[in-house]
């Protein structure tokens, strides 16, 4: 199995903060990675796919870059509506999700 | 639209067995790969189980693997999880999700999931 280990794993920030969430591949998963947005109670929400394809309808404050083993989520301007848990995903061999990043007011 | 309904959650003794169907709309069913993911009170997320979509080809986790079946019925437009000697440690939400393939193996990533249903396994 591929490991998957993201950090931070808790984010304290303010509205209107640029924030980025790393994610790192036990071994290269070349750019097959994707990138979920959970709030409690709700299913995960696609936010980027192949590392950096943001999925249709998502703000453009998200993005997302990297290849290989190194990968990261960049919020540009955080908004209220963006305090969530955070997860990536790869699937280059079945799939492997990070373990989460909380996303909290600071 | 496409919609995933699971259902079938529930409290089960450890032990005992539970059938999970997920029932599949707005999109042509036999056409996809159909996977379960599931997450524990306050966990992360961990996937489950992966089928393609003509049945042939299956994939299990380890933590998983000779308990649960994954299997479609494709005339139905439905998946299915079946679950036996359920442990505590199986207590969780599970989610049923759509494939952009027709494979489960090589780079077949998700799109749509379901909004989950609750499994407890206590006694």
């Known amino acids: 199995d591929i490991q998957m280990t993201q950090s931070p794993s808790t984010l304290s920030a303010s509205v209107g903060d640029r924030v980025t969430i790393t994610c790192r591949a036990g071994?290269?998963?070349?750019?097959?990675l994707a990138w979920y947005q959970q709030k409690p109670g709700r299913a995960p929400k696609l936010l980027i796919y192949?590392?950096?394809s943001l999925e249709s309808g998502v703000p453009s404050r998200f993005s997302g870059s990297g290849s290989g083993t190194e990968f990261t989520l960049t919020i540009s301007s955080l908004q209220p509506d963006d305090f969530a848990t955070y997860y990536c995903?790869?699937?280059?061999?079945?799939?492997?999700f990070g373990q989460g990043t909380k996303v909290e007011i600071k | 639209e496409v919609q995933l309904v699971e259902s079938g959650g529930g409290l089960v003794q450890p032990g005992g067995s539970l059938r999970l169907p997920c029932s599949a709309s707005?999109?042509?069913?036999?056409?996809?790969?159909m996977h379960w993911v599931r997450q524990a009170p306050g966990k992360g997320l961990e996937y489950v189980s992966g089928?393609?979509?003509?049945?042939?080809?299956?994939y299990y986790a380890d933590s998983v693997k000779g308990r649960f079946t994954i299997s479609r019925d494709n005339s139905k437009k439905t998946l299915y999880l079946q679950m036996s000697s359920l442990r505590a440690e199986d207590t969780a939400v599970y989610y049923c999700?759509?494939?952009?393939?027709?494979?489960?193996?090589?780079?077949?990533?998700?799109?749509?999931w379901g909004q989950g249903t609750l499994v407890t396994v206590s006694s």
């Open positions: 999700v759509k494939s952009r393939t027709r494979t489960i193996f090589g780079v077949t990533r998700g799109d749509y």
């Open positions: 089928i393609s979509s003509n049945g042939g080809d299956t």
């Open positions: 995903q790869q699937y280059n061999s079945y799939w492997t």
């Open positions: 707005g999109f042509t069913f036999s056409d996809y790969a």
């Open positions: 192949d590392a950096s």
């Open positions: 071994q290269s998963i070349s750019r097959w």
